[in-house]
């Protein structure tokens, strides 16, 4: 009787792997009808059904603490790879969603009201960001003879490869209700070289981007990882875990200096490196008895 018992167990564990193994990956020798067979033995859902987890609450009563920030994300640093990989690159998915209409562009030209250019006050018109973005191209004209008798500029593509970095302004906040010390991503700009003449300028932003907004693209979008393709991480668990290396370019402060306004050289990186710390010793020192 107990070997009836286990002879039956072996053989629904055998048809549920069958199924298993049919709910992945058909094994059938037949030509498939269907539409082209699946580029694996899973189909990769996760991503795409995820829904975007939202912030804690915060009232203005419960912010003991707050500071202002403005960091860099270089992607020629290795640990950022993944942020400019050809597969999921990050700055092909901003685009295409504001080609789509689906998230805002946001002008960064610095006015009175906004010294800074990141306040999200003036959105851009889709057309007009990549008419602005696109690199110019020299079309040459001939005559019929075939020589050429001039040629005129012209806009082409927007080149993914001129983003070098990425800025990021957010927010530290202290939370007495919950008695939590966070940092809170406010916006997202791609920064572009700039050239005048032969001579290129620091890296400026194109355009800015608010973070809440952006999350919900970010959380459907997988970033590729070096050494596992099954991570099952998306843009959003990048930011939102701060899985990224960056440097502090600015803090909030009452003449509103950036760090290389009274920095130079590699002071600049030592002060990077003070404000990040004065920030840990904060939360540090709220523990200390």
Known sequence: MKRIVVLIFAFTLSLSGLWAQ?????NSVKPIQDGPPLDGYYEKTDIVNRQVIPYSNIRSVDVMYSKRVWREIDLHDKLNASFSSPKSRLIDIIMDAVKAGELTAYDPTPTKEDPNGDAFKTPIDPDKLMAKLADSVFVPEFDAEGNQTGGSFQAGEFNADSVMKFRIKEDWIFDKQRSVFEPRIIGIAPLIAIKAGDVVLDPQPAFWIYFPEARHIFVNKE????????????????????????YIVKQSNPNDLRIKDYKEGIDKLYESERIKQSLMDYEHDLWSY
Do not use: H, P
């Open 22 to 26: 049919e709910a992945n990956l058909s």
């Open 223 to 246: 970033v590729i990882n070096r050494n596992n393709d099954a991570t099952g991480l998306s843009y959003d668990d990048v930011f939102i875990k701060r899985i990224f290396t960056s």
